[in-house]
């Protein structure tokens, strides 16, 4: 699964992100807070400026092809993710969406193409793993938050093994991720002690506690009772104003219609669409992505 | 029992000698369980981190000891190993043997064990930047001892019942101390009565201890 060659975290290249600052705008009020209100179109002045500075996109997909065994379920993507940017991810199941997501981290090690992140190959044979997923957190549709921990030992565990903080900056952090998804009260029980949605809030709280440059939400709403869907978006909304950089795969429609800076549609393993959330949507203009769009949106 | 006079006399007189073995079957088994227990933990573990070398050498250790008679390892043990030069004792022979036998099966339950963690959280480790050895030390391991501890119990037991085995090298734990006694009293049905009640209480002990754990050991049931 690993290469077993020397773990050196990949070498910057000119212009790219400094590694140890923390990713930019994860406070309340960030650079689109006013620009997000519900009905608004998607503000391009932010994003304009950062690209006026050279920043590299965080994410980049060339050419990425992934088969297991004799399947290929990702055949040939290209994708671009913007610092800052939702970008939502919507296609039939089998689509390859999750897949898509679990090679950006590398849980599954692509077949072919590259991936950079900020800038960096992280597809060739040197980089360390480990070293990427701290830098990219991901969010699974089963919470998959450790049993037997306490939410507070969930949030707290990577950062504790991982960096060198002091154990009471990581509490202390914990604490304020848990306000921050309203679910202070609840640092000391333990998972199955919550519902679905609370799960899935810790599971968010728990992947920013690494303070990552991008987060990869896998469907994160998909096993979830309706009623707990709509805590779990707010807390998605919360981060997409405060600027966290989003790769949403989901099934939910409205959101990525009112909360996506740009909407993919993939399908058999290829992108087929791409544009703004509402052209997608409401005009879509490949069959594959009308057919699906009639069968969803009913 | 026709033509059988019961006569419990025998156990009071023969206390001191029953006692003496009982003593080495405790001793014996304790050793034995302590190494099965050591042993099959890292078994377990170096399958289920897939460690190089240890990889094919732990599965060839456990199908050498489960495909073999208990008897014929204790015999190798005792009397083959001095004819290459390795002289062990009885006592050595007594807790390696079952070291080694229990471990065999204890390999097998850890690694049961760890490879029923859900491959969700193993998952949600790695993506936090959780390395291999990390992920098996905080989250494979605590899981899967849980699920691996029953079975475990179950081998355990078996390596305390087996302590009776060393009759067989004349090492005088319980069962060779009441063979002993027997060839001489021939009082058969009280002494091989109550040693078998002795072994039923041991085995039954052990087994509310480790029910003991399993219950302080146990996640939360789920609301």
Redesign the interface.
């Given at each position: 699964m690993e290469p077993g060659l020397s773990r050196t975290p990949p070498r910057p290249v000119a212009g790219a992100a400094d590694p140890a600052s923390p990713p930019q705008g994860i406070e309340e009020g960030g650079p689109r807070a006013s620009l997000r209100a519900p009905g608004q179109d998607a503000a391009p002045a932010p994003r304009e400026s950062e690209a006026r500075q050279g920043a590299p996109p965080v994410v980049e997909l060339r050419g990425v092809r992934k088969s297991f065994g004799h399947r290929e379920v990702l055949r040939g993507i290209d994708l671009v993710v913007s610092r800052s940017e939702v970008l939502a991810i919507i296609g039939p199941s089998g689509s390859g969406k999750s897949t898509l997501l679990r090679c950006i981290n590398l849980l599954e090690p692509i077949t072919s193409g590259r991936i950079l992140l900020e800038g960096r190959d992280i597809t060739n044979a040197e980089t360390d793993p480990n070293w990427v997923r701290r830098q990219v957190g991901m969010v699974f549709q089963q919470f998959n938050l450790f049993p037997h921990l306490t939410v507070m030992d969930n949030l707290t565990l990577a950062p504790r093994l991982l960096t060198k903080a002091p154990r009471e900056e990581i509490e202390q952090r914990a604490r304020a991720l848990l306000n921050r998804v309203g679910l202070s009260e609840f640092a000391g029980r333990f998972p199955h002690q919550l519902s679905g949605g609370q799960q899935q809030r810790v599971a968010i709280a728990r992947a920013l506690m690494m303070q990552p440059r991008v987060l990869l939400l896998d469907e994160v709403t998909s096993a979830l009772d309706p009623e707990l869907v709509s805590e779990v978006l707010d807390v998605i909304r919360d981060l997409a104003v405060s600027g966290m950089t989003m790769l949403v795969v989901t099934h939910e429609m409205g959101f990525a219609r009112e909360s996506a800076d740009r909407l993919v549609f993939m399908d058999g393993g290829v992108i087929l669409e791409e544009g703004d959330p509402r052209e997608v949507l409401d005009h879509p203009r490949h069959p594959r992505t009308q057919q699906f769009l009639k069968k969803v949106l009913r | 029992m026709p033509g059988y006079h019961f006569d419990p006399r025998v156990i009071l007189q023969q206390l001191p000698a029953l006692a003496d073995g009982l003593r080495l079957t405790l001793v014996v088994s304790a050793i034995g369980m302590a190494g099965a227990f050591l042993v099959g933990l890292a078994g377990g573990a170096a399958c289920a981190l897939n460690l190089p070398l240890l990889r094919w050498a732990v599965p060839a250790y456990v199908e050498v000891f489960r495909n073999t008679p208990l008897l014929v390892q204790i015999f190798f043990l005792y009397f083959a190993l001095p004819e290459i030069g390795v002289k062990l004792s009885g006592f050595t022979v007594a807790w390696l043997a079952l070291v080694l036998w229990g471990g065999a099966y204890n390999t097998e339950n850890f690694r049961a064990g760890f490879e029923a963690v859900?491959r969700?959280?193993r998952?949600?480790?790695?993506?936090?930047?959780?390395?291999t050895w990390?992920t098996f030390a905080?989250?494979v391991l605590?899981?899967g001892l849980?699920t691996a501890l029953p079975s475990t119990t179950n081998t355990l037991i078996s390596v305390l019942k087996n302590s009776s085995f060393m009759v067989a090298i004349g090492f005088p734990e319980l069962t060779d101390t009441t063979v002993s006694i027997v060839s001489l009293t021939f009082r058969v049905f009280e002494l091989f009565g109550v040693i078998g009640v002795v072994y039923l209480v041991l085995a039954w002990a052990l087994s509310a201890l480790m029910r003991g754990v399993e219950r302080r050991l146990a996640?939360?049931?789920?609301?």
């Open positions: - | 859900e969700g959280y998952e949600a480790a790695r993506a936090l930047g959780l390395g990390q905080t989250i605590p899981l849980r996640l939360p049931a789920a609301h």
